[in-house]
């Protein structure tokens, strides 16, 4: 029975991860950092938490790692833990540098120390291309990252090529372009919309609060991605790989795909921080803009290339942006039955 380690198994990829992995007959061993109070509603929701081997670590701690990897002697460490919320990260630079930068070669130094064969994965992110210098992006366009949480993901992204270039480790990298399910963080922008959607459909009359709806995101489902990552590693040779629809949608598109799902049909009016969106059957106003969630740096456009991991993983994604958007909506709307 092969052996995986996941950071970050309580996010939403850790979740699917070890979904996945389960299903593929593995053991899973994932990585919980201390909080006042212990949760795991992602495992409960999936119903796995029973199956999962959990142990305290940290990021920041690097003894601890170290006694995490020597304890467990995995086959595959998949690097998901993270600041992952690109909004926070200019309140949390130093945090984000440390977390997703530094804390990368903490473990891949712990991997070479310990278990130099065990395969590493890197959660790399479509962040680091940021004010995109090519349209689609692909594993060779040039970085440009416009957040702290992107530039800390450039050197966590960096560094597990280094490790794998200088020490032969198979180490590999998967720059993801944004992936969303029923279970993505609530302040993210999908998310949100369709939290929100589903209160309002459900009889609430709170409209979404949201900020810059020109910007566009290539937007796919996240169990569809956590098998990408397990392909990489199941390669003869470690690489960095793009994971991506190659569909753009812009935020406002989202907001109408979620809200056609739960049977509204939206007037967009006006413009800048004046847009609204109204619902044509109800009368009732479903968007607002506020500049408090506008960015202090924007990625405008991300569209992603997914040949290379196409043609040598063989990795599709299966699920579109309008059945995507339906499936979170109805999740959450089915939620607050
Ligand atoms: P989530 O925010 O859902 O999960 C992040 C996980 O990291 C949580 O389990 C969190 O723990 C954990 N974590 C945060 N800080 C630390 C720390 N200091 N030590 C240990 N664990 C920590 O993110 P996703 O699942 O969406 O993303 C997974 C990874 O993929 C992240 O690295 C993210 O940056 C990257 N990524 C995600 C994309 C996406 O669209 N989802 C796109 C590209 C990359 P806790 O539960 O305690 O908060
Ligand atoms: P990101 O791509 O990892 O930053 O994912 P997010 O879902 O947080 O943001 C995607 C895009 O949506 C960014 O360009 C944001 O500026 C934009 N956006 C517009 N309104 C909002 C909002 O209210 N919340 C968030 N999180 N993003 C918003």
Request: charged share 25%; glycine share 8%.
């Given at each position: 029975m092969k052996k995986a380690f996941i950071t970050g198994i309580t996010g939403q990829d850790g979740a699917y991860l070890s979904k996945f992995l389960l299903e593929q007959g593995?053991?899973?061993?994932?990585?919980?950092?201390?909080?006042?109070?212990p949760d795991t509603p992602r495992l409960d929701r999936l119903g796995i938490t029973k199956d999962v081997?959990?142990?305290?670590?940290?990021?920041?701690?690097?003894?601890?790692?170290?006694?995490?990897?020597?304890k467990t002697q995995v086959d595959e460490f998949y690097n998901l833990a993270a600041q992952s919320f690109v909004g926070s990260s200019w309140e949390l630079p130093i945090y984000a540098a440390d977390a997703?930068?530094?804390?990368?070669?903490?473990?891949?130094?712990?991997?070479?120390?310990?278990?130099?064969?065990?395969?590493f994965y890197q959660a790399s992110t479509s962040e680091m291309f940021g004010l995109v210098q090519e349209v689609p992006q692909k594993e060779t366009t040039r970085l440009y990252p416009r957040s702290p949480y992107g530039v800390a993901?450039?050197?966590?992204?960096?560094?597990?090529?280094?490790?794998?270039?200088?020490?032969?480790?198979h180490a590999s990298s998967g720059i993801?372009?944004?992936h969303e399910s029923p279970l993505r963080g609530k302040e993210f922008v999908t998310r949100k919309i369709t939290l929100a959607l589903a209160a309002i459909a459900r009889g609430g009359n709170d409209p979404v609060v949201l900020g810059n709806l020109d910007a566009k995101r290539d937007w796919g489902f996240a169990g569809d991605y956590v098998r990408g990552m397990w392909m990489m590693l199941q390669q003869e040779k470690a690489d960095d790989y793009v994971?991506?629809?190659?569909?753009?949608?812009?935020?406002?598109?989202?907001?109408?795909?979620?809200?056609?799902?739960?049977?509204?049909?939206?007037a967009w009016d006006g413009e800048g921080v004046n847009e609204t969106a109204v619902d044509r059957k109800t009368g009732k106003k479903i968007v607002e803009i506020s500049e408090e969630f506008f960015r202090p740096a924007e990625v405008d456009l991300l569209i992603g290339d997914p040949t290379k991991a196409r043609d040598e993983l063989k990795w599709e994604p299966k699920v579109t942006i309008r059945e995507l958007?339906?499936?979170?909506?109805?999740?959450?709307?089915?939620?607050?039955a």
């Amino acid at each position: 029975m092969k052996k995986a380690f996941i950071t970050g198994i309580t996010g939403q990829d850790g979740a699917y991860l070890s979904k996945f992995l389960l299903e593929q007959g593995y053991e899973v061993h994932g990585g919980v950092r201390r909080i006042s109070q212990p949760d795991t509603p992602r495992l409960d929701r999936l119903g796995i938490t029973k199956d999962v081997h959990l142990h305290d670590f940290d990021l920041s701690e690097v003894n601890n790692i170290r006694r995490v990897i020597e304890k467990t002697q995995v086959d595959e460490f998949y690097n998901l833990a993270a600041q992952s919320f690109v909004g926070s990260s200019w309140e949390l630079p130093i945090y984000a540098a440390d977390a997703n930068g530094v804390g990368v070669v903490r473990i891949l130094d712990c991997l070479r120390m310990v278990a130099p064969e065990t395969r590493f994965y890197q959660a790399s992110t479509s962040e680091m291309f940021g004010l995109v210098q090519e349209v689609p992006q692909k594993e060779t366009t040039r970085l440009y990252p416009r957040s702290p949480y992107g530039v800390a993901k450039v050197y966590g992204h960096y560094i597990t090529m280094n490790y794998r270039e200088s020490f032969d480790m198979h180490a590999s990298s998967g720059i993801l372009f944004n992936h969303e399910s029923p279970l993505r963080g609530k302040e993210f922008v999908t998310r949100k919309i369709t939290l929100a959607l589903a209160a309002i459909a459900r009889g609430g009359n709170d409209p979404v609060v949201l900020g810059n709806l020109d910007a566009k995101r290539d937007w796919g489902f996240a169990g569809d991605y956590v098998r990408g990552m397990w392909m990489m590693l199941q390669q003869e040779k470690a690489d960095d790989y793009v994971l991506a629809t190659g569909v753009t949608t812009p935020i406002r598109d989202f907001v109408t795909f979620a809200g056609e799902s739960l049977g509204m049909d939206l007037a967009w009016d006006g413009e800048g921080v004046n847009e609204t969106a109204v619902d044509r059957k109800t009368g009732k106003k479903i968007v607002e803009i506020s500049e408090e969630f506008f960015r202090p740096a924007e990625v405008d456009l991300l569209i992603g290339d997914p040949t290379k991991a196409r043609d040598e993983l063989k990795w599709e994604p299966k699920v579109t942006i309008r059945e995507l958007a339906e499936m979170m909506a109805k999740s959450d709307y089915d939620d607050l039955a």
